[in-house]
């Protein structure tokens, strides 16, 4: 989750959750979303990119420690760095607690993986607007398929939302944005990958840290090694969960005796992520936000103040009608005052722990919305181009693809390899590449 402090993210997570991050919600790979500064242009929300550096050097080998069951293991691999480094850290697990029998039955196997650092090292940068982001979080598929999870799930959801007082729209969102309804949970063995980034990592500490917590989860019971499978950064589950953040929220609702958010059924990672909510601040029955209309001339900035008292500055609700009073609430205006402008509320903050980006709060809130059978975002963004819809996307990427583009899925989600070859063709026909899915660009993919 976290970034997150995370129990997700991509590379940062936070639940913090340390979630990683808000990735581009077409993965469950979460690179962290800035959102941009308040301008009255569109404001860009890019994805934190990891820094190239030069390679680590591993740590030298030093003894390991002894538990009275610990023995140095042998691991064949290709880098024998690696190996060393291994033989060394397991004196420091067993110091934190891991016994050798947990160790061995862990790093069993276990080899470097060359693809975790180059995915860590060789992310190309990706830039998107809000609306571009919204779109994909707020999908017609996303949408249907968060309504099928809370139908499919209601009894447990609704014990869920009894338990902690979070909203079963909003448990569903999260799992909607963070795996697509568990159908992108990742399946990169997390020892492995851990281990990988410990030792050759830009953020070796952290990723050790991380390493030795879901070691401790092995030892509980929990899982067992070879089920433990996530991103390649660490994140874990339905509802992606780093291990740290695991460790400190995830809860057995179901009863077995393990907090199982791998598997099929869903309730312990739903129940987990009502709980890290819940912990937070939830409130049940505030809104994360209400799409508002601000007049102009109203300068917001981050003034708090009850609805009403925004009401005698003008700022209503899209009906026309003061907000209730659920609460102390800020304008937010992602893309400048010629956008969509939201009235957010302290549950809006509660999101971003899960995840720091205003974006990934707000793709949340307006699904869990979107969810519940409320309408879609009403104003208009300044997109500079002319918007094309879910179908339409889809028709450009099978027109892309069957020009010879790579583009591994038409799933109507603009990400960074549809952008990109987006751009590629309107360079090839001398058009602004901008990378954006246009009625414009399908009409020239149609023609040209």
């Known amino acids: 989750m976290h970034k997150r402090v995370l129990v997700a993210a991509i590379a940062g997570t936070s639940i913090g959750i340390s979630a990683l991050a808000?990735?581009?919600?077409?993965?469950?790979?979460?690179?962290?979303?800035?959102?941009?500064?308040?301008?009255?242009?569109?404001?860009?929300?890019?994805?934190?990119?990891?820094?190239?550096?030069?390679?680590?050097?591993?740590?030298?080998?030093?003894?390991a420690a002894s538990d009275g069951d610990v023995k140095v293991i042998k691991v064949a691999t290709s880098n024998p760095a690696f190996d060393r480094w291994i033989s060394s850290f397991r004196g420091r697990a067993v110091n934190a607690g891991i016994t050798g029998r947990t160790f061995d039955r862990a790093f069993a196997g276990v080899q470097y993986n060359p693809d975790v650092i180059k995915k860590d090292r060789n992310q190309a940068e990706f830039k998107r607007q809000i609306w571009d982001y919204l779109d994909s979080a707020t999908s017609p598929p996303r949408v249907d398929g968060g309504k099928k999870g809370l139908r499919k799930h209601r009894r447990a959801l609704t014990r869920i939302e009894e338990r902690y007082g979070v909203e079963k729209e909003v448990v569903v969102a999260v799992w909607g944005l963070e795996s697509f309804y568990g159908t992108r949970k990742g399946d990169t063995p997390l020892i492995g990958a851990l281990a990988t980034l410990a030792f050759d990592g830009r953020r070796g500490a952290f990723f050790e840290k991380q390493l030795i917590a879901a070691l401790k989860i092995i030892q509980s019971g929990d899982v067992a090694p070879l089920n433990m499978t996530g991103s390649w950064a660490g994140a874990m589950g339905h509802t992606q969960f780093i291990?740290?953040?695991?460790?400190?929220?995830?809860?057995?609702?179901?009863?077995?005796?393990?907090?199982?958010?791998?598997?099929?059924?869903?309730?312990?990672?739903?129940?987990?992520?009502?709980?890290?909510?819940?912990r937070f601040g939830w409130r049940k029955g505030m809104p994360w936000g209400v799409e508002v209309r601000v007049p102009r001339g109203v300068k917001p900035g981050g003034t708090k103040r009850m609805p009403s008292n925004w009401a005698t500055r003008g700022v209503v609700g899209m009906d026309g009608k003061p907000v209730r009073d659920y609460g102390s609430a800020r304008i937010l205006q992602p893309a400048g005052p010629n956008g969509a402008s939201f009235?957010?509320?302290?549950?809006?903050?509660?999101?971003?722990?899960?995840?720091?980006?205003?974006?990934?709060?707000?793709?949340?809130?307006?699904?869990?919305?979107?969810?519940?059978?409320?309408?879609?975002?009403?104003?208009?963004?300044?997109?500079?181009?002319?918007?094309?819809?879910f179908e339409q996307r889809k028709e450009i990427q099978r027109l892309l693809k069957r020009r010879g583009y790579k583009l591994e899925k038409i799933d109507g989600i603009i990400g960074p390899n549809s952008s990109k070859a987006i751009r590629h063709f309107q360079q090839s026909v001398g058009a602004k590449p901008d990378g954006y899915a246009s009625k414009e660009v399908l009409q020239l993919l149609k023609t040209r």
């Open 22 to 63: 808000a990735a581009p919600v077409e993965t469950s790979l979460r690179p962290q979303l800035r959102p941009g500064t308040m301008s009255s242009d569109a404001v860009v929300i890019s994805v934190d990119l990891p820094v190239r550096s030069l390679r680590p050097v591993a740590r030298p080998a030093v003894g």
């Open 243 to 278: 291990p740290t953040s695991y460790l400190a929220y995830a809860v057995d609702f179901t009863g077995d005796g393990k907090r199982d958010i791998w598997s099929d059924d869903p309730t312990d990672a739903l129940a987990s992520t009502a709980a890290y909510l819940k």
């Open 343 to 389: 009235m957010v509320f302290a549950n809006f903050d509660v999101i971003k722990r899960y995840n720091n980006a205003d974006a990934y709060a707000i793709g949340v809130g307006h699904l869990s919305d979107r969810i519940a059978g409320g309408p879609e975002i009403q104003a208009s963004w300044p997109r500079g181009y002319t918007p094309v819809t």
